[in-house]
């Protein structure tokens, strides 16, 4: 919708389902203990210092070696402070919010509600619950100095935010919040460690397709780290193979999303792309495609 409650529905033709971050994490935890993995939880690694052979590993003062090191820390973490990432000296004016809900809404439909200066999304995942997550500028909450008088003032002027805003019910005591949402291009090498889902770049959230990348490079990610590790290949291959193939399945599918999100959080732009959607339905189903990729 746009941000005065125009709508339109498209369908989209790769389909999908939703699940929470805490549910697939419970998930996966279970599954790699189960492969003999040693999990490490609330071990935050704080440094990483490649040798020429291998990794020196220092976590909440710990210090460990490993023959590989994968980043899969999310948006941000202090390990980019530490690796001196570039994408940390580009400010990001994004706040991101965050709620789980139970409100009534098809099982199949993801939902974009567009407000001034951000947009909302909503899907449904596990156990009858939707998460609900919005983006907006940083100057918007300034302004409206908290979270629920920001609501109230911008995001319920979209009917479509109102009603669910005013009808659902909210299962966070607070929302969670993170500032500095940052899109910027990253990269999936740094300091000879592997990069991936968003410590290596991140899709803007109206493209939904932030888990899918990371599971997919996690897959690419697999197949070079078991290859190097079998002596199948040098340890430069692995990550110049890496790299390579990152890049061409997520570059292009990352800049694409940074684009299309201009016609996100203004009246005018919003209305545009509601009617683009609406009237050259073509034009919009390509644009939907730049974002998404192919089954693997």
Known sequence: TSVNGRAVTLPLDLGGFG????AFDAFLVQHVKAAGATVKEK????????????FHVIAEGKSSTADVVIGAHGKRSRLDTTLNRPFLRKRSPYVGVKYHIRYDQPRNRISLHNFENGYCGISQVEDGKSNLCYLVHRDAVKKHHHIPELEKAVLHRNPYLKEIFTNAEFLFDRPEVINEISFATK???????????DAAGMITPLCGNGMAMAIHASKLLAEEVGAFCRNEI?????EQRYATRWNNLFAKRLWAGRQIQNLFGSEWASNLAVNLARFAPPIA????????GQPF
């Open 19 to 22: 699940i929470s971050r805490f």
């Open 43 to 54: 071990s935050e690694v704080t440094q990483v210092t490649f040798n020429g052979q291998g």
């Open 187 to 197: 990269g999936p090498l740094e300091g000879h460690v592997l990069m991936g889902g």
């Open 234 to 238: 040098t340890r430069d291959q692995m």
């Open 285 to 292: 189903n390509f644009l939907i495609r730049q974002t998404h």
